[in-house]
């Protein structure tokens, strides 16, 4: 067979194409559906991650890898769209709704109930040396202290910047508080031994400096679109009665939980208004 | 050489190293070896894809028109390292997560292309198989080496367990600091040189 003929070439390029899109075309319709339901998990374990306590530089979480699913819906409550301004625009089902996405000019919020304490859960998303880089910043309810952070990346460089996942990195955040007297001053990424001014830091990873510059403007840029939403809550504060109804949420919390989502979802409504 | 029939599956694994002796694969051996557990997985990945790849170019070598040769070897690389990895995101998403960039890097993988087209075009598919076999795990061999010494004096840990115990680090007192530089992909390069040299050294009548 004289296969340097053009017409021969040509044709047996064609025909390799077609084999080859076909076999990738069934192959991506047979999984997609199966790889959409892996992305949704993985989407709510990172959700759930930012709700990890360290103790002793180990990571706790609040589920294992089988009940992620079940754990979700245990613990995420309430899924809330805000406008710049802080005010809520959609209130959705954590759920149900979970595929719902941020349109344009909505910020996505998540709302957390661990141990009867209202936690809020805020996604950031960022860009690092490589790739973009993303986060789950789990917020106490005075939306001001750090009460976890997960991060995630696409592609850092491994034993450098991809170190940012690692729990003795994501420990540092716990505690530290992103307003100072009130104002939204995020959180500073910096060198060991550098000092930042008017904001809480935390020590970047050697040898990621840049992927670490990338989560400090990540903090900046994502969370400024919250800021008028984090500084809030001092209203919220104020009323006493306000105190007792969250005493008696809490209390409603162990008896029903679908029940305590839409009063939560009433209170912060009144408190931005 | 004197040996007439090789080995195809031993050659590659000492005499005919796709890393010491055929100098290929040089840039993920230098991306993916600052710890060790990407580069196992690395290396067992190459393993898989080449082993198929050449598979397939072997049963249709006498087909393919020489003038479009590396374009047929280069699609069937492709579409291998997709299916691959869309089998990966359907069946073990977490191993997918943490290949991330790695299963695309292996379409660029200089041991591929250079097996396919020095190995493959030639050869029946059971040669070709255990051709393709030997140069991943030659590949892999390496990558382990030098992401061994990397890890463990770059970060004083091993598979991601700490083996340099702490209160040894300045930091903690004691007089030992990790080696910045061996996080550097140009240290990858030198250790890389070593094991040549080593290799070298041990099969003097190679050259």
Redesign the interface.
């Known amino acids: ?1 004289n ?2 003929k053009n017409s ?2 040509i044709i ?2 064609i025909v ?2 077609v084999i ?1 899109s076909l ?2 075309s069934i ?2 319709g047979v ?1 997609h559906s ?2 959409a339901d ?2 949704r ?2 989407t709510k374990k990172q959700i759930l991650m930012s709700l990890s306590t360290f103790g002793n530089d180990q990571e706790n979480k609040i589920y294992t890898d089988d009940d992620a699913a079940a754990s979700y819906e245990k613990f995420i409550v309430g899924y809330q769209m805000l406008d710049v301004e802080g005010n809520v625009v959609d209130t959705l089902r954590p759920v149900e709704d979970f595929d719902v996405k941020a349109d344009e000019g909505k910020y996505p919020l998540y709302i957390a109930e661990v141990d009867g304490a209202t936690k809020y859960i805020i996604p950031l998303k960022g860009a690092g040396l ?2 973009a880089i993303r986060a789950y910043l789990a917020l106490d309810e005075d939306r001001n202290t750090i009460y976890g952070v997960y991060f995630g990346h ?2 850092e ?4 910047g991809a170190n940012i996942v690692l729990p003795r990195f994501r420990a540092q955040f716990v505690g530290k508080h992103i307003l100072r007297d009130g104002v939204f001053a995020s959180i500073a990424v910096e060198k060991k031994g550098n000092t930042a001014e008017g904001k809480d830091q935390v020590d970047a990873v ?2 990621g400096t840049i992927t670490s510059k990338g989560v400090e403007a990540m903090f900046l840029s994502s969370l400024s679109n919250y800021a008028k939403w984090l500084t809030a809550p001092a209203i919220i504060k104020e009323g006493a009665a306000d105190a007792s109804l969250n005493a008696i949420l809490s209390d409603m919390a162990v008896g029903d939980s679908a029940a305590v989502e839409t009063t939560d979802v009433e209170l912060n409504e009144g408190g931005n208004k | 050489m004197a040996e007439k029939k090789v080995n195809p599956f031993l050659e590659p694994l000492n005499r005919n190293n796709p890393i010491a002796m055929q100098v290929l694969g040089i840039c993920s051996a230098l991306a993916v070896t600052v710890e060790m557990k990407p580069a196992i997985i690395m290396g067992l990945s190459v393993t898989i894809i080449v082993a198929l790849s050449n598979v397939v170019i072997s049963l249709i070598r006498n087909t393919i028109p020489n003038s479009v040769r590396i374009i047929v070897q280069l699609v069937v690389v492709a579409a291998l390292v997709t299916v691959v990895s869309e089998f990966l995101k359907a069946f073990v998403y977490d191993v997918s997560v943490q290949l991330s960039v790695y299963i695309g890097l292996i379409i660029t993988n200089c041991i591929l292309m250079g097996r396919l087209e020095a190995y493959a075009m030639q050869n029946k598919p059971w040669d070709s198989f255990l051709d393709g076999l030997g140069n991943g795990c030659g590949y892999a061999i390496i990558l382990i080496i030098v992401s061994f010494f990397r890890e463990l004096l770059g970060s004083g840990s091993l598979l991601g367990c700490k083996v340099i115990p702490e209160t040894w680090f300045v930091d903690n007192g004691g007089c030992y600091m990790n080696n910045g530089l061996m996080m550097m992909p140009s240290m990858a390069l030198i250790l890389v040189a070593c094991v040549i040299w080593v290799h070298r050294s041990i099969n003097k009548d190679i050259e």
């Open positions: 067979m296969t340097s021969y070439v047996y390029m390799i194409v080859v076999l990738l192959t991506s999984l199966r790889q892996n992305v998990l993985d490589w790739g696409d592609g460089t491994p034993g450098l050697s040898g």
